[in-house]
Antibody, heavy 124, light 110 residues
Framework: QVQLQESGPGLVKPSETLSLTCTVS????????WSWIRQPPGQGLEWIGY???????NYNDSIKSRVTISVDRSKNQVSLNVKSVTAADTAVYFCARVKVALYGEVIYYYMDVWGKGTTVSVSS | EIVLTQSPGTLSLSPGERATLSCRAS???????LAWFQQKPGQAPRLLIY???NRATGIPDRFSGSGSGTDFTLTISRLEPEDFAVYYCQQCDISPPKFTFGPGTKVDIK
């Protein structure tokens, strides 16, 4: 059974870089995409981006200029970096597995396993 | 970019009642790549439905999804106490995959 665990600093200063890690355990690391999603306090969910096992990435246009997602296959870890943070980046950050499933001629992409999330506050 | 709208914003119902949640997309959702999630306070979202109508593993059959194109529905046939939560729809543009979430519908106890 796949489990995801986010980790990283809970407090980041404005203009600095937010760095988080998602450790994947208990399942195949190679057969899925790995995504980051965030949720500001009291608000809805925002998809940040994903990385594939081979290292290909895709990001939300609203944040892509500041975001890097990477994969460390030797450690079964996925990393998120968000540079030049402001108070608007304060949120709970989740990592999730994106399962890619073929049903006949249709490919479905869906986030079926999530970490518990980690809270990041941006403040001086 | 496809924008998702969910209605109503809040749904006040009693246990045992039927809940019908709507998700409307600004453009047709590719190949029905529409998912529904349930989120309770302090918890991560939980996948309920993928591909518009396929229940995820372990999801009770009182949850069902339907729809295609731009209009999708999540139905909870008989609300259990544990079903009171916020529900999000999410779509995936598949070339290449990009995801967007709707703003959510809160189902609370009447």
């Amino acid at each position: 059974q796949v489990q995801l665990q986010e980790s990283g600093p809970g407090l980041v200063k404005p203009s600095e870089t937010l760095s988080l890690t998602c450790t994947v355990s208990g399942g195949s690391f190679s057969s899925a995409y790995w995504s980051w999603i965030r949720q500001p306090p009291g608000q809805g969910l925002e998809w940040i981006g994903y990385v594939t096992y081979s290292g290909n990435t895709n990001y939300n246009d609203s944040i892509k200029s500041r975001v890097t997602i990477s994969v460390d296959r030797s450690k079964n870890q996925v990393s998120l970096n968000v540079k030049s943070v402001t108070a608007a980046d304060t949120a709970v950050y989740f990592c999730a597995r994106v399962k890619v499933a073929l049903y006949g001629e249709v490919i479905y992409y869906y986030m079926d396993v999530w970490g518990k999330g980690t809270t990041v506050s941006v403040s001086s | 970019e496809i924008v998702l709208t969910q209605s109503p914003g809040t749904l006040s119902l009693s246990p045992g009642e039927r809940a019908t949640l709507s998700c409307r997309a600004s453009q047709s959702v590719t190949s029905g790549n529409l998912a529904w999630f349930q989120q309770k306070p302090g918890q991560a979202p939980r996948l309920l439905i993928y591909g518009a109508s396929n229940r995820a593993t372990g999801i009770p059959d009182r949850f069902s999804g339907s729809g295609s194109g731009t209009d999708f529905t999540l139905t909870i046939s008989r609300l259990e106490p544990e079903d009171f939560a916020v529900y999000y729809c999410q779509q995936c543009d598949i070339s290449p995959p990009k995801f967007t979430f709707g703003p959510g519908t809160k189902v609370d106890i009447k």
